[in-house]
Each structure stands twice: as structure tokens, then as C-alpha cells.
């Protein structure tokens, strides 16, 4: 066998396992950092904490779906969709779609690195969860429900 073809046919499994590693990554909610302990507190002014100033809307009762989307992005609009209906399907959560090209102190500031991504707040504000990439309604609706018993709790 030619080193030619093993080179080929290295490349394309590689490229093989990564498309599928992509797939199985992309738009999956991913916990935020927790820190937990007596001796450790939470700072009153956390990064991960987004008030109404910050995102340009009123946060949502129960939970709110901050959505980071970019003009040319195809993925934002699946999100966009899937985000609008979940709204819909749950009383007290509020979508908030922020491009993030004019918010780039923001997306700094949370360090969103492509688009979609969307963040999953507590009535408070807090990050709960995030997910880049365009995430499936049940993930959605999932998160939405560890936000809502984050509030309860």
C-alpha cells in the first residue's frame, strides 16, 4: 500500500470523527461553574449575572433564553424558532435574541465565542446553563427546568 492512500485514509477517518464529534457537542447545554462551600461566597457583582440594563430587555419571571445570534448565522434562525415556541410553551420565560455584533462588550464579557449560543438565566439573572450551537427544543425545555428549580430551591 502506497503512504499516498494510508494519508488519505487517514484523513478522511479523522475528518470522519471529528464531523461526529462536532455533531454530538454541538448545542448541548453545559453547566456554568458552581462554587460551592461555607468558606467560599458569591460576590455580589457576578460576571455571569445579567440585569435588564445589560441585555436591553426585562428578564422573564421564572427563566429567560438569552440568545447570542450574528447576521449571516443559518443556525440562528433554527435556534431563533425553537427558542420562540418554548417561550410559548412555558408561562414565565422570556426570549431575548441580542446580536452580537452590537454587543460586543457583552459577549466579551461572557465569553461567547460563536453563534447561537444561548445562555439560560434564573429569574435573577444568574447563568444557569449555556449552549453553543443551535440546541434541540427537549435540551431547551430541559434547562428551563434546572433555572426553575434553581429558583426554588
Known amino acids: 500500500m502506497s503512504p499516498g492512500i494510508v494519508v488519505l485514509v487517514a484523513a478522511v477517518v479523522a475528518g470522519v470523527l471529528l464531523s461526529v464529534l462536532k455533531t454530538w457537542y454541538d448545542g448541548r447545554f453545559r453547566a456554568t461553574r458552581v462554587i460551592e462551600g ?40 433554527a435556534t431563533r ?10 408561562d414565565g420565560v422570556r426570549h431575548v435574541e441580542l446580536d452580537a455584533e452590537s454587543n460586543l462588550e457583552l459577549v466579551r464579557r461572557l465569553n461567547i465565542l460563536r453563534t447561537p449560543t444561548v445562555l439560560v438565566l434564573d429569574a435573577a439573572g444568574d447563568t444557569v446553563t449555556r449552549a453553543s450551537g443551535a440546541p434541540r427544543k427537549a435540551d431547551v425545555i430541559a434547562a428551563l427546568g434546572v433555572a426553575v428549580d434553581r429558583q426554588a430551591s
Open 38 to 77: 461555607p468558606a467560599v461566597s458569591k460576590p455580589e457583582t457576578s460576571t455571569d449575572q445579567l440585569t435588564a440594563e445589560d441585555i436591553g430587555a426585562d428578564l422573564g419571571e421564572r427563566a429567560t433564553l438569552l440568545q447570542f445570534s450574528s447576521a449571516f448565522c443559518a443556525p440562528c434562525r
Open 81 to 90: 424558532r425553537v427558542l420562540a415556541e418554548v417561550e410559548t410553551m412555558v
